[in-house]
């Protein structure tokens, strides 16, 4: 495969979807993000919000056994989860082969390890991922629904909980280190736009 | 203070010091490196090699104490070694008074916080670093004189834990940790000259 492939791992919050639409769009390079639930959807008709819960989330039901220093984890994954979770990896790298491509999530930076793609995590404060995702609250929901800060901070915190569960489970490297990426960009200061033109100078 | 200022946290080895340059004369910024050791030897009239050793080591006499559950570090510092941090951090925050600049290490993203300086940091594999050095090793020494490849990980390693001690000692923040930095830069796969291009991008 020599397709030019880029990934990016990114805190819920930090603005790495939008990001990674606009570097898509600057490339003309294919985008995969929610592309790939769909896909899995049609593939094997489960529902599109079953698929989405087990696609982000590691096997839930874990015993934790003790053995002298050591702990091991042993895992039973339901059978919807292991076949999804395989079908999207299927999907992953079909995407891969077709096109030149930015992929965000999903832990592609690791399932397309030996293709050497560019691998972007994006992140940034929590005051910041508070400020935005109150900005997209206030488009999607009426007055009255809303959640308050501290609950908004709450939800960032543990979907990003469940990101790095998924992404150490499946991977069995951390979340965000730097060392598993080629750039980690803070988005607290800095537009997606301007993001994104700097990332098109270094992968062409 | 309106200038714009650009600090550069580095690992040893990643070549931050070399892409600082390109990225200075990119942006025609003044450069600050090795020239604020050389400002503090003609201000204090000490040795270069001992305002250097002392200029990046925190001090090395400490008492850890044990009270409760808390552990407390009450450090003894030489007076000379007071003199020159205090030194050191007077000519960062004239220097970035003076004009728009490029400040590599000393601790400059945190001395400066209050100016909103862009902050960079500069990482690489250990094999991407060994790689460095021993290119920078065979052009300054004699065949012979050289370290072997694991007398210099070593090396590599000991430069970085007294970065990273001496980063954390006076500033109380983990050193390389992404939180504290606007963009972290891994160099093991791209060259100084593209993300000089790709950072003045971001800044300008």
């Given at each position: 495969m020599s397709n030019k492939i880029i990934t990016i791992g990114r805190e819920f919050g930090s603005g790495g979807r939008e990001f990674g639409r606009k570097l898509a769009e600057l490339l003309g390079f294919a985008y995969y993000d929610r592309e790939i639930i769909s896909e899995i959807v049609k593939r094997t008709s489960l529902s599109e919000q079953y698929v989405q819960n087990i696609a982000e989330h590691k096997p839930v039901i874990s015993f934790p056994i003790h053995t002298g220093r050591t702990f091991l984890t042993w895992s039973v994954m339901p059978d919807y989860g292991q076949s999804v979770h395989s079908e999207q990896h299927n999907i992953i790298r079909e995407a891969a082969s077709k096109s030149n491509c930015v992929i965000v999530g999903r832990g592609a930076?690791?399932?397309?390890?030996?293709?050497?793609?560019?691998?972007?995590?994006?992140?940034?404060?929590?005051?910041?991922?508070?400020?935005?995702?109150?900005?997209?609250?206030?488009?999607?929901?009426?007055?009255?629904?809303?959640?308050?800060?501290?609950?908004?901070?709450?939800?960032?915190?543990?979907?990003?909980?469940?990101?790095?569960?998924?992404?150490?489970?499946?991977?069995?490297?951390?979340?965000?280190?730097?060392?598993?990426?080629?750039?980690?960009?803070?988005?607290?200061?800095?537009t997606p736009e301007k993001i994104a033109e700097a990332v098109k100078l270094l992968v062409c």
């Open positions: 930076d690791y399932i397309l390890r030996d293709e050497n793609p560019f691998r972007i995590f994006i992140y940034s404060s929590m005051e910041s991922k508070l400020q935005r995702c109150k900005l997209n609250q206030s488009r999607d929901y009426d007055k009255g629904q809303e959640l308050s800060d501290k609950e908004m901070v709450k939800r960032i915190e543990q979907i990003n909980k469940s990101r790095a569960d998924y992404y150490e489970f499946y991977t069995g490297q951390k979340w965000g280190d730097k060392s598993n990426y080629d750039i980690c960009i803070n988005t607290s200061f800095i």
